[in-house]
């Protein structure tokens, strides 16, 4: 939970204690409003309001609010002190009452159910019945009807007390009408004959002249309804695993190495950016950081959903919450606290969790006025029945079954229960997104505007081929002389060049270079062992094998650079930006998903038709400026195509935020990470189509959920109300509804993503791009 403010508006959360159905949400939510430029949206599965206010509204006044309506409130959490501090955090305060709370309600489950057992067996084996075992199911059923239903009761009378009515209400209701029904038949209809026995019927008749007593029901409804909250309870923690797992991965302590080599284990809270941070094999790595000494493999599967460890070393960025799989690192922290990425991605999940769908703001409009519709008709059927000459019993019977069976609880969950295992999922999988309204956009996308640099390739410059010239002094002489001589250009060709003379031969260390010099738009030269090497662009002087080699760069979209040791041509390098191995097959899965792939560029033409001919992509945007690309988006948003943007640059942002989705690359800049609506934590695009189906697969079931929910009360009111239902039977069906809906919800948890063999490239070649110097 915590505070923001942005644009004189402040956004704050609050943990809301006692809701247990839809009628709950929106009464808070109603009460939250009639503050003066207040909004509010409350969350029944997580128990948390999300509100937005003026500043001269505080905190403490939505708290007071939301206790003026009936129910708890809880204040923004402060951070996490930076030192050790004796006494507990309030969100540990908070987890500890949550396991009391917990803690009383099994117990209060179990008791009620050891006196209420004895009472539905005799209630319903009339040949086990003895002499006055009425009696003693009245002495069982009181303390059940009082005490173990006392939780809907006393939320009843607060309802009351605020002019509201709630699914306890109703519950309330239905265990005093029966049992004061069944106190009425044994003290004073008869009931009470110490030989008497009574079969189990769904509507009793008083054909004897006997009232029946309905104990079964005063002790099956709480019994019935105290174990679908507490098993409901139990799913609902459970929908949100996935985001208490992200929470667990932050470590609680770092062994900083300081410059005299000295290392002291700390808080993480005094760990600032800048330190040198110990990560030993099996540990944790402790925050966002560079590596300094030391290689590895880490695995990131529980941040990024990354399945294969990276191998990291020097120069490597590694996320906080990734094990530790090799050797000993050092690490340089570069973000601490809620600047990294483990928290970002706990941020937004949050955040996403606390949206609503249109579906489930249609469901809490209906709960709002479910309850008080229930309270009328269920004295409509008792007057009905009552009018028509039937038993004042049978009359009771169905109005107790109609305040039982009616379940907004299901209502209230259909959709937040979903939301918050989809989004769970999404995280452990790489997706990030910002809401329901991200997920509904998903669904209906069509057409994907992809952007080439970063997105579809890596971004960075790498040596695709090399070709040395026949009777020359070989490729690998040439490499090392042109790595040598690259080592002084800042240019990526010329980083590129380095880095791949060094790959090529790890235990040599390459040659100074003298007389360096520069040619701007053609390349670099300078003198290694005695030896003139020129590194530039090559001109029409080749012949052969070099000029064949030329012709395949080219060809391909590829930087061509030509090495020349003393003035004669000794190879020609191929420089280009790779594909992501990951693209092949997300082209080829959102194909199947029947949406579009478009490529839009700010490359060359012939570059981006080598990348898309690779990909199999028809449609082709180059030398698009971020204008362009935010034009080409509303040209296909004015067409009638549902838009999504996949970028991750300054120059997409525009582009993002005027798609009907945006996705953002988890390795690009915030801009375009706050402009989008889904972010891609792992490093390409592969998880798009595992996002397209994850949504259509989360309002899938939301639209189940709701159609049961609907459904659930459009037949069993109307059963309750003409007497086909036994109370008992009503509140196990309405337990059950909620139950179902969670339950439901629960198996996103367990969605995996369709995987099939890559696809291959349609050429032969797995690179792309290039830029002349």
Known sequence: MGVEAADAVVTTDLAVGGMTCAACVKRVEKRLARLDGVTATVNLATGRARVSHPPTVTPADLVTTVEQAGYTAELPEPPRPQERDPQPHPRDQREQREQ???????QQLLITAMLSLPVLVLSMAPALQFRNWQWLCFALAAPVATWGAWPFHLRALRGLRHAAATMDTLVSLGVAASFGWSAYALFLGGAGDPGMTMPFTLLP?????????????????????????????RARHGTGRALRSLAGLAAKDVAVREESGAERV?????????QNFVVRPGERVATDGDVVEGSSAVDLSLVTGESEPVEVGPGSAVTGGAVNAGGLLLVRATAVGADTQLARITRMVTDAQAGKANAQRLADEVAGVFVPVVLSLAAT??????????????????CVAVLVVACPCALGLATPTALMAATGRGAQLGVLVTGPQALEALKHVDTVVLDKTGTLTTGHMSVTACTAAPDGIGKEAALRLAGAVEQGSEHPLGRAITAYARKAAPQEQLPPVRDFAAEAGRGVRGVVDGHVVEVRSPGDELEGRLARALAEAEGAAHTPVLILVDGGPEALVAVGDLVRPGSYRAVDQLRRLGVRPVLATGDREATARAVAEDLGIDEVHARCTPEGKAALVRELREGGRRVAVIGDGVNDAAALAG?????????????AIGAADVTLVRGGIEAVADAVRLARRTLRTIRVNLLWAFGYNAVTVPLAAVGLLNPMVAAVAMSASSLLVVGNSLRLRTWRPARGPAPRPHRDRRQNRGGHR
């Open 100 to 106: 009391q709370q917990q803690h009383q309600q099994r």
């Open 205 to 233: 008749s008083a054909d004897d002249g006997v009232a029946h007593v309905y104990l079964e029901a005063a002790v099956g409804v709480p019994l019935f309804v105290l174990a679908g909250r507490f098993l409901e309870a």
């Open 266 to 274: 700390v808080p993480i809270g005094q760990l600032d950016v800048g």
């Open 381 to 398: 059927v008792l007057g009905f029945w009552l009018g028509a000459g039937a038993d004042p019993q049978a009359a009771v019977t169905a």
């Open 659 to 671: 798609a009907d989705l945006g996705i953002a690359m988890g390795g690009g800049t915030d801009v």
